[in-house]
């Protein structure tokens, strides 16, 4: 019998187990699918937890998942194409959801799809090697008491641990005597944390983006975000504004790259992660930056140095979920060998080829375009049901000139379904006024 | 030729480091000693950094010192009894210094005697096991890329990674919804960071204390301490309050055991930490809470489980580095064969013997006599230079006196040197009032 080792219990794992159940439910033999998550729960990230820095174990914390996090793109763009909104929420909700809705939507479909059966909670996976055609994988479940390990053995892995767990943490001179707090986001829980206080964000990406604004949402006094390359350059509220590269601190006074100066209270770092897999053998270890194509991964997902080694979800992201399920169906299909592989040449041939493709984008919108074709792609090789692509993508240009018609303001839009066609209701409360993000709340907006 | 590894290159480590090369000097054989160091420094928890949760590394950061953090015991109580605070800083200083203060001595003996050799730092290690008498230790070094892996095996290995790294974090009900920060005293940098704020902490030991006074005197609005068991008692200043434990939270109320609430803005959790070696084979691994002699550590420092693993400084602590030489000393004697061990036996009954003493220790008195007498001990058996141990052992006593009279006040006393006879100066602003813990400060009071 076949045996899968699925790594995290996140959006990504929760996909694979729900593809593999798909299969098994329409009369295939998966053979034995294991899945190990070192939480004691599922949904990965959004899983939300107060702790930062260490677990109860001792292991790093994993979420990086923040209070009042309302989804920064349109729901409609990431639906299940085999489990609507509709569906789990019984009729249509705004296009914007918080962070609790999203997570009562992925986990929706879990329970419906019977997953829970596949995973070991508390389970650490400390090493991967492979050897005579088999991977080894070494495990620590927290029920046996630190460093009690168990090795399994399995034909096929396939990675799902995320790449927002691990911080990119630069250091800048003056921050051994700055007098203040400096974090990186992956430690922010609590925008109200920073009310009152003038804060200084590095960085120039989503996290930069959505810690600056819903700072000020909940009190900040003023928010200085400081650009390496370019600025965002949305129409910020007042309150926020953008200048370029830091150079040091001297006491709790930022100087900047055009010669000017802040005094600050705090220092966010939204310096971006970083693909870690300290739990591979180094010559299995996907090695990569945060982009739209990792090399070395046909297909996106099937690890071109050992096909028997699959990873999803490791690409930079305008789709999420439903990209996520498409890469399950493919990483299943491989598993189970309705997909052949073809020879190492032509998957290193066919991995060239987009990363062609990719060299030659520029533009967000050809990122866009790009992430649009390589779902495309994906889709024509399984089953995963069909939706309506075309229209997702409108959605993203749509989306990125609302952002830039009102950064506060995008999330009161409304977007119609690739799989339903129903269109989001617009919500009675804004998302700049709502202070309140549970799904109880946003179910009755 | 025999191999030693040391691991950690904190106060311990650097003791051990140093009792070796005392004897190179004196012209013994020492065979190989390797000190591998995670950090890019030395100093152990006194190399404060900036940094919390993940290093740049992504492995969890090891310190958990604080921004004005001063000494909590006189100076005069941890004095290296061959490198003399006279020495090191050319006349008498102050009985309670400052961390920085206190990092410059351990630091300038260690540059005396030349230790900086036989480290590599940036060196973490993954994995320690033994067979056929041999230990084989798994490293992993920053400079080689991440997961690249390299074994190295040794006769002995001394195990001096400390105790202060690994936080005991226990949540309450209410944590998940609490709208403020939560953080461990492991993460605590800069009491400033709390100023203005309504603080909670919970605890009732050297942590929660100083974490309490500090944040106070760098403007904290008030502070409230939870205990379990029993309140610390002191003469708190105004604005310090103890109650009972904590029960649970609703939003940012704190709700007690005797039915009183609070609203307060951020928790601490001085909540103690764990022994942890998850880079040690399980079997091998000390395995015990904060105490004054921990099970399975013949003389405080030889593994019973294998005498050839020894461990520095695992004891609860009122004696600091003057212990750490001193179980040096001990630890070098036994692995150059200069101390031999008794048998199994008659080094279990050696244990179970301190172990019934230390079942008899009651008040706070009857521990300092307990660690007195087993400091004495380990002088006995080796050539750790002398010192009035009766007089660190009274100085203790008055020392504990001075926190019940004033605990704000007792780091303004003065006291005698054990070694040197020497008597610290009454500085010329008080610990309360001085808000500067730069080491060039604390030499100007």
Redesign the interface.
């Known amino acids: 019998m076949t045996r899968t080792a699925v790594i995290g219990a996140g959006p990504c794992g929760l996909a694979q187990l729900h593809a593999f159940e798909q299969a098994r439910q329409g009369g295939v033999d998966i053979g034995e699918v294991v899945c190990f998550e070192k939480q004691s729960d599922w949904g990965g990230l959004w899983n939300?937890t107060?702790?930062?820095?260490?677990?109860?174990h001792?292991d790093?914390?994993h979420g990086s998942m923040y209070?009042y996090l309302w989804s920064n793109g349109p729901k409609e763009c990431l639906e299940f194409a085999d489990y609507s909104f509709d569906e789990h929420f019984g009729g249509p909700i705004p296009s914007f959801p918080p962070r609790e809705v999203l997570y009562d939507y992925i986990v929706g479909r879990a329970k419906k799809s019977n997953v829970r059966q596949f995973i070991q909670f508390d389970t650490a996976v400390r090493e991967i090697s492979y050897e005579a055609d088999t991977f080894s994988v070494t495990v620590e479940s927290w029920e046996n008491?630190?460093?009690?390990?168990r090795t399994e053995t399995f034909d096929h892995v396939i990675v799902a641990t995320g790449h927002f767990s691990?911080?990119y943490?630069p250091?800048y001179p003056g921050?051994?005597s700055?007098?203040?707090?400096?974090?990186?986001s992956?430690?922010f829980?609590?925008a109200?944390?920073f009310a009152g206080k003038n804060l200084l964000i590095l960085g120039s990406s989503y996290s930069a983006e959505d810690i600056a604004l819903q700072s000020l949402k909940y009190g900040a006094a003023s928010i200085t975000i400081a650009y390496r390359n370019a600025p965002m350059g949305f129409g910020w509220p007042e309150g926020i504004t953008e200048v370029p590269a830091l150079r040091h601190l001297e006491g709790r006074t930022a100087h900047f790259a055009d010669g000017t100066r802040r005094d600050v209270d705090?220092i966010i770092l939204c310096t971006g992660y970083?693909h870690?897999?300290?739990f591979?053998?180094?010559d299995l270890?996907l090695v990569t930056a945060n982009n739209l194509y990792p090399a070395g991964l046909y297909k996106g997902v099937v690890s071109t140095a050992n096909p028997k080694l699959l990873y999803l979800g490791m690409q930079d992201q305008y789709y999420t979920f439903n990209m996520f399920d498409a890469q399950a169906f493919v990483a299943r299909d491989v598993v189970l060998g309705r997909l052949p592989l073809p020879t190492a040449e032509a998957m290193a041939d066919d991995v060239d080829a987009w990363l062609t493709m990719y060299a030659a984008v520029d533009t967000v919108m050809e990122q866009i375009d790009f992430q649009t074709a390589y779902v495309r792609d994906l889709m024509a090789l399984t089953d995963y049901p069909a939706f309506d692509l075309d229209m997702v993508r409108r959605h993203f240009v749509t989306w990125e000139h609302d952002k830039d018609e009102s950064i506060t303001g995008y999330r009161d839009k409304s977007f119609a379904s690739p799989c339903t066609g129903t269109v989001g209701p617009i919500p009675s409360s804004t998302w700049w006024e709502e202070l309140d993000d549970s799904l109880a709340r946003f179910l009755a907006r």
Chains 1, 2 share one sequence.
Not at 50 to 56: C, M
Not at 145 to 149: C, D, K, Q, T
């Open positions: 939300y107060w702790r930062t820095g260490l677990d109860a001792g790093p914390v209070r008491g630190p460093g009690v390990l691990m911080p943490v250091e921050f051994e700055f007098p203040g707090r400096i974090l990186h992956h430690d829980r609590d109200v944390e705090a970083q870690h897999f300290p591979i053998d180094p270890r």
